[in-house]
């Protein structure tokens, strides 16, 4: 049986020190009110048992609590005051410096919070542990200084979630949606150094990975490109070519026909975009910002973006380019085709490509054989788009998220015109939904109450997040605020202006929709009764949103939370709050925003069609997906699941396996298992290989994929999906 160190390592239980601490505070009273030595082990074995009929490792300040109330249950009160008071000592001396230990055990890479904190680091490499040092004191300061004393406790008591505390110190956000079109045609500066606009196509993508780069050492969550913006070059590419073929014609003393210099440009210009996607997918792979991992970027594919039609079938080459260099993956430390994490591909359903007989149903058929093999493309679908994304003018867009599944709201900009790219998430604070259900006892009256309560403390934890970056300098990263990222504004100039109106989006996450209604009233989402006040809900978060933003003038916006660490976090506090309840905190995870439980027999398009509704009432980002055996020998229910997609719902996605065994070679599914001591590990079926740095596994965890393993919650609920074709 394990337990959790205050520094976040995990250790064996001991229950030799819970004997040792009780006898010390036994032997300070007189002796007529001491336990005997058969009190004290009795004491121990109690606590042991409960500890070990939990699904998770408890903290040592939980088993304390425990062996508190285990002594007053012997009626050794004096025994038991002084146990706090030693612990209350104890406490005081850790509050004098609160990071050392914590930093001590990343160093030593014995911290297991933030070994399985982000399934995309590394924790052992120098990097990484620079970066969770970093963010270690930031957490300190946030907590002990920049945050109210109630939020901070909310979130420690995992009744919210205040979002990357680790980055709160600085004046950093979240999500971009990177302006690339303006930054390659009208110039930018990386490192005080001016970069032109690129005269090819291999140049434009090249910038573009460094901008990726730039913008990603600098906020901390997920941005988006589009594919449409590297288009133009091709053309600038096209025209360079042909120069340099007519060119060597002439030094060659032959004169080909225009149908044969046509071919040779073609040939040569295909070359050039298969040399400039490959920077991309290689240049994202391999970089490293300066939070320790790979860009999080998410590629942006929609034909209809293009603004003629030698632009479109110029962006259909490039993306036919995109999905077949996805399709092969990238080699691993053995040389074996694998798949990696980033960058992250959407794929927009459309009138033209959706279909068989439609000009671009071919690109339809490569990405879904590039998702059958490689988790992606995901999809989104203009239709369904073009009907929830509607400006004040009445008028539907489609445009990408922001990283895994955070969208803008439509905007007008002062011209009366659409602007999507250039624009920003200020922050995400998430309310378990489930604790208000529980703490009403599921009493839908009571609910209502905690809700408006819980409503509130997220209120004022969302309002620090937005003051936080209120008076920030365009200085604080000119990337992003002077060269063209997001804004062009003046060195010295606040980004204040574009905090308000809707420019920017502050998001209010929410976690354990199905959990919650099965507490209320003991119905699924599945079921018309639990459908309905599931829906209910929603209603009323983006109630309480859309009122914050009458008065206040910013944009507030219902968020479906990716929780990665979080469910874990949360599912422990639950459990400890309120014990473990059947079908709601029965688990080590909570269910991610508004999902069916992966445990839920279900069919895909069931799923998808119950899911749509709830994803409508989610408009700062939400995403479906579906879970498949593999499929590789059947893309033709890939493509009827996308083509389900297209006609029902936004944003979804097809989840299968890619992993692979570095001992022996095995290339399947790698499978989910426990050890001797309860624990869930990764385990080779072939060879039994439990050496997570000899296998390489690929699972999508909430909207993107994950190649660094996750905690024991995420592990578990990865382990209990359940197929949906």
């Not at 709160?168 to 930018?188: F, I, K, P």
């Not at 149908?259 to 070359?271: A, F, G, Y």
Request: some cysteine; hydrophobic content about 35%; aromatic content about 8%.
């Amino acid at each position: 049986m394990n337990i959790i160190k205050r520094s976040g390592a995990q250790a064996l239980y001991d229950g030799e020190k819970i004997v040792r601490a009780i006898s010390k505070a036994n032997e300070t009273v007189p002796e007529e009110e001491r336990l005997t030595d058969n009190d004290i082990r009795a004491i121990e074995q109690n606590v042991r048992d409960y500890a070990s009929s939990l699904p998770h490792a408890l903290g040592v300040e939980d088993i304390q609590d425990m062996v508190e109330k285990q002594i007053m249950k012997h009626g050794a009160f004096n025994v038991a005051r002084n146990y706090i008071k030693y612990r209350y000592i104890r406490s005081l001396a850790r509050k004098a410096n609160t990071t050392d230990e914590r930093i001590l055990s990343l160093i030593d890479c014995q911290n297991e919070e933030a070994k399985q904190e982000n399934a995309n680091k590394n924790p052992t490499v120098n990097s990484v542990q620079r970066d969770y040092m970093a963010g270690e004191v930031s957490r300190d300061i946030t907590d002990r200084i920049l945050l109210p004393h109630d939020i901070v406790e909310a979130h420690k008591e995992g009744i919210i979630h205040f979002h990357d505390t680790d980055y709160y110190a600085q004046r950093m956000h979240n999500c971009d949606l990177v302006n690339l079109e303006d930054m390659l045609q009208n110039g930018t500066v990386i490192s005080e150094t001016k970069i032109e606009k690129p005269h090819s196509f291999s140049t434009a993508c090249n910038i573009a990975t460094q901008i990726i780069a730039q913008v990603a050492s600098n906020q901390y969550g997920g941005q988006s490109i589009s594919l449409t913006h590297l288009a133009p070059f091709v053309q600038v590419s096209r025209e360079k070519i042909r120069r340099d073929v007519l060119e060597e014609n002439e030094i060659l003393g032959v004169k080909p026909t225009e149908e044969q210099i046509s071919r040779i440009v073609e040939m040569r210009l295909r070359d050039e975009i298969a040399r400039g996607v490959q920077t991309i997918q290689y240049q994202v792979v391999t970089l490293m910002t300066t939070n320790g991992q790979a860009p999080f970027v998410t590629v942006f594919m929609y034909l209809n973006e293009a603004k003629d039609e030698q632009e479109k079938k110029d962006l259909a080459l490039i993306i036919e380019q995109t999905l077949l260099q996805r399709y092969q993956g990238v080699k691993n430390e053995d040389g074996v085709w694998v798949t990696p994490a980033f960058p992250k591909l959407i794929y927009v359903l459309e009138e033209d490509n959706v279909r068989e007989g439609t000009p671009y149903f071919y690109l339809t058929k490569l990405a879904a054989k590039c998702t059958a093999k490689r988790m992606v493309p995901d999809y989104i679908s203009e239709k369904i788009m073009l009907q929830n994304k509607i400006d004040k003018n009445g008028e539907g867009h489609c445009y990408t998220c922001m990283g895994c599944r955070s969208f803008l709201t439509p905007f007008i900009d002062e011209n009366g015109k659409p602007k999507y790219y250039g624009r920003f998430n200020q922050g995400v604070v998430t309310v378990n939904l489930v604790d208000i259900a529980l703490t009403a006892k599921g009493n839908i009256d009571e609910f209502w109450k905690v809700f408006d309560e819980r409503m509130e403390l997220c209120h004022r934890a969302l309002q620090c997040r937005h003051e936080r970056l209120t008076g920030t300098l365009s200085d604080a990263a000119p990337i992003l605020w002077q060269h063209g990222a997001l804004l062009r504004l003046k060195k010295g100039e606040t980004i204040d202006k574009y905090l308000h109106g809707g420019y920017s989006t502050l998001s209010l996450g929410y976690a354990g929709l199905w959990e919650t209604v099965m507490a209320l009233n003991g119905k699924k989402l599945t079921e018309k009764e639990g459908e309905e006040l599931g829906l209910e809900i929603m209603r009323k978060l983006n109630e309480y949103t859309a009122k914050w933003k009458k008065a206040e003038n910013i944009d507030y916006s219902l968020y479906g939370t990716p929780l990665e660490s979080t469910t874990y976090k949360f599912a422990k506090a639950l459990q400890k709050r309120f014990g473990v309840i059947p079908g709601i905190t029965d688990k080590n995870y909570i269910t991610n925003s508004y999902h069916i439980h992966v445990t839920e027999p279900i069919d895909a398009f069931e799923k998808l069609r119950i899911e749509s509704k709830f994803q409508a009432l989610s408009p700062g980002g939400a995403i479906s997906y579906v879970e498949v055996p593999n499929m590789q020998n059947n893309l033709d229910a890939v493509i009827a699941v996308m083509q389900f997609i297209y006609d029902n719902i936004m944003y979804a996605e097809l989840n299968t396996k890619s992993d692979y065994c570095q001992v022996c070679g095995y290339d399947g599914e790698i499978q989910i298992v426990e050890d001797e001591n309860g624990k869930l590990v990764w385990e080779c079926p072939k060879c039994k290989n439990r050496d997570q740095n000899k296998m390489n596994v690929a699972r999508r965890t909430c909207g993107y994929i994950g190649t660094q393993f996750w905690n024991q919650g995420r592990t578990q609920e990865i382990r209990e999906r359940v197929l949906h074709l």
